[in-house]
């Protein structure tokens, strides 16, 4: 049975609100991954389909290897001239929001965000979502936002616009938010919903071809230095972690996207269950964390480095020094966590 089954009441007023809805915005988080453009862009090449005027707004620049996905050149994309747009939401009746569990992820647009009288919708997979729509559809059981938003079309009119163009964005951000099927699919539900998908006979070998091997030059030399030079293994604790300088950026002419799934590479580690990265950003330090099992760095990352996300993947950051953010790290895992880590069997 399909887990949006369990929301039946926001289905239907969600639904009925979409069919008097005429200029519809759908946006995600700010430093969109692969989840949260597959499920915009799925869910616009659904929309455009029923004669409505569609946007999708992308609060910041997302990574080049999703850029061919349907639908991607026709995003509005925001950059810091205009971010302070305070037109950018006018004329919208329906925003509907996808993959974000908190108003403040729409970025520096919060503030028309909050001005906008229009409809809110709220799909997303996250913990602790914040009550910020007028309709919210919200379940941690999901693998991802696209999981969500194709039982969305699924169980509403919407399903007879379903589409090659729409399925290969929601497999993309299932592919990507699962780590290709590694962590959060435990659930029989998503593969429900591939096999779903494969019916419509999407070419899963390009699509994987796309996302993953299909980097510059730099991207690879840097993520061989980053391996060799930048990596922190602490065996006892089985816990690893990278940091990256920003002078190793700028060495490796980084370009937005390149970094994705470098906390992955200590992975593939013998033993290791707890990984982390730390990267130095123009006024702050970006944190991502990545584990095995039922060790939740969702709750680390809460804790620790203002963040959050899932239990096996997640996010933060910290305004301390990137060597302080190292040491913090390494403190914890020493420290509070030891018994924990050291004890862990997976």
């Not at 006018?90 to 009288?117: H, L, W, Y």
């Not at 937005?256 to 123009?282: K, L």
């Amino acid at each position: 049975m399909p887990i949006i089954s369990a929301f039946e009441k926001e289905l239907a007023i969600f639904s009925d609100r979409l069919k008097l809805s005429e200029n519809i915005v759908i946006i995600h988080h700010y430093n969109p991954d692969g989840d949260a453009i597959g499920a915009s862009l799925g869910l616009y090449n659904v929309l455009k389909q029923t004669g409505k005027t569609v946007r999708v707004i992308s609060p910041t620049f997302f990574p080049d290897n999703l850029k061919w996905l349907p639908g991607a050149k026709e995003m509005k994309v925001l950059g810091k001239k205009t971010q302070n747009d305070a037109t950018v939401l006018d004329g919208a009746d329906m925003i509907i929001c996808v993959d974000m569990n908190a108003k403040k992820r729409v970025g520096a647009i919060q503030p028309q965000f909050e001005k906008s009288t229009a409809y809110k919708a709220l799909f997303d997979h996250h913990p602790f979502v914040e009550d910020f729509t007028d309709v919210r559809i919200s379940d941690t059981s999901y693998s991802s936002a696209c999981e969500l938003i194709f039982e969305l079309i699924e169980n509403t009119y919407l399903n007879q616009y379903f589409n090659t163009d729409v399925v290969t964005c929601l497999y993309t951000g299932i592919l990507t938010d699962t780590g290709s099927f590694e962590y959060s699919s435990s659930n029989p539900n998503v593969f429900r919903v591939v096999g779903k998908i494969m019916e419509y006979k999407i070419d899963k070998n390009k699509i994987y071809n796309r996302l993953f091997n299909a980097w510059s030059e730099d991207r690879i030399r840097f993520m061989g230095f980053v391996t060799c030079n930048r990596m922190v293994v602490m065996p006892e604790y089985k816990t690893a972690y990278i940091y990256i300088t920003a002078e190793d950026r700028k060495r490796f002419r980084e370009k937005f996207g390149d970094t994705e799934n470098f906390v992955n590479i200590p992975m593939q580690i013998s033993g290791i269950v707890f990984t982390a990265i730390f990267i130095e950003r123009d006024n702050f330090i970006k944190a991502s964390f990545r584990s095995k099992g039922t060790f939740d760095v969702n709750m680390f990352s809460a804790k620790h480095f203002n963040g959050g996300g899932h239990v096996n993947a997640s996010g933060g950051e910290t305004y301390i020094s990137l060597n302080e953010a190292c040491k913090k790290f390494e403190e914890l895992v020493k420290g509070e966590y030891s018994e924990t880590l050291m004890n862990y069997k997976y």
